[in-house]
């Protein structure tokens, strides 16, 4: 953070997002920008037909034991009162 | 029953056989029986950092292939009588031990030791599948460089994939001064990215030099690298060790601008 307007970025920070970056991108082959437009547009589909609780999320790459990875989405539903009383 | 940990990182040079060294010794000074096992074969190297060198009769590859008794290869240290070390052979290669030796050699020392700690390779090849085949439990040792933690969140995703069931992190050779002005990754950021539990965090300390030099590991004595070791042990054994403040006292600005204090 800079004290006059222009701003350096510190190369500790700049080392930081970089690796973040590098290893997203190792993992799916696309950056965390991509990786996010992707979960949003997963969820916009899921949503059409069931209501879901984007709080309890969890998107993320999972390395298997045979040395592949996979996409692991766990999308919680969201509890509806009228499904609870039909039961 | 012994706890097997593997001391592992990916990348090369970054600490592992210190870190070997360190945390054997200091188990070692807590009383617990210790063995370390090399398992860098055609690349020894734990010997030399341990002062035992001129001791190697038989070694790990005489050792899986029957030439000799378990208890025949392993050196007993210089200044601990419950320390062993299991050198690596100098002239073979990786393909010399198979993961299946491995375990069976950590299920028999296993019962004489109350720690076993295996000193893994840099790379990912037959060499870490080998030292990490009969682990409890890894140690990550990376430092704060993109390129040393881009390899360590390699090497903790093999060790999820092979389902090893405990992973910490060691954050070695942080330049207290460097994180301060931001031009260093902190050991915080390291743990935020590679999202495993911290263990220890070693500061980057001239000490380790003249003691590899000397090969007596410097573990326990009163330099902030001994003291960083001695809390990773006493975290490994399951106390509540806080970290130190790295910041205070001997700080570099009071080793720059003289000797105020």
Redesign the interface.
């Known amino acids: 953070m800079g004290w006059f307007g222009f701003k350096k970025k ?4 700049v ?2 997002n ?3 970056l ?2 997203s991108s ?2 799916a082959g696309c950056s965390p920008e991509t990786m996010e437009q992707m979960k949003n547009e997963i969820i916009q589909v899921i949503s059409k037909y069931i209501d879901v609780d984007t709080e309890g999320l969890e998107f993320r790459f ?6 592949s990875n996979s996409l692991l989405a766990n999308i919680p539903i969201k509890q509806q009162a009228k499904t609870r009383r039909s039961y | 029953m012994g706890e097997v940990i593997v001391v592992t990182s990916g990348k090369g040079g970054v600490g592992k056989t210190t870190t070997t060294a360190n945390v054997g010794t200091g188990l070692a000074k807590l009383d617990k029986k210790v063995v370390l096992i090399d398992t860098d074969i055609g690349l020894r190297n734990l010997d030399v950092v341990m002062g035992l060198e001129n001791r190697i009769v038989y070694n790990l590859v005489d050792v899986v292939e029957g030439n000799c008794k378990i208890k025949q290869a392993l050196i007993k240290d210089k200044r601990y009588n419950t320390l062993y070390l299991l050198p690596s052979a100098q002239t073979r290669d990786k393909s010399a031990v198979t993961p299946e030796q491995m375990q069976s050699l950590c299920e028999a020392l296993r019962g004489e030791f109350d720690y076993i700690i295996i000193d893994c390779p840099a790379g990912i090849e037959q060499g870490f599948k080998n030292a990490i085949a009969g682990a409890d439990r890894a140690l990550v040792v990376t430092t ?3 390129s040393a ?2 390899d360590a ?2 090497i903790i ?2 060790l ?4 090893m069931k405990k992973i910490d992190l060691i954050v070695n050779r942080l330049r207290v001064d ?2 301060k ?6 050991s915080a ?1 390291v743990e935020e ?1 590679l999202a495993v539990n911290l263990i220890g965090i070693v500061p980057d300390d001239e000490n380790i030099v003249v003691s590899t030099n000397q090969g007596e590991p410097l573990v326990g004595t009163d330099t902030k690298a001994g003291t960083a070791y001695m809390n990773i042990c006493n975290r490994i054994i399951g106390e509540d060790v806080p970290f130190m403040d790295l910041t205070a006292k001997k700080g570099f600005f009071s080793r720059l601008f003289g000797k105020k204090n």
Do not use: F, T
């Open positions: 510190s190369s500790g920070d080392a930081k970089r690796l973040k590098v290893l190792d993992k999972r390395n298997e034991a045979d040395g | 704060p460089e993109v933690v881009r969140d390699r995703g093999l999820e994939a092979n389902e460097l994180v002005r931001g031009e260093m990754m902190s950021d990215i």
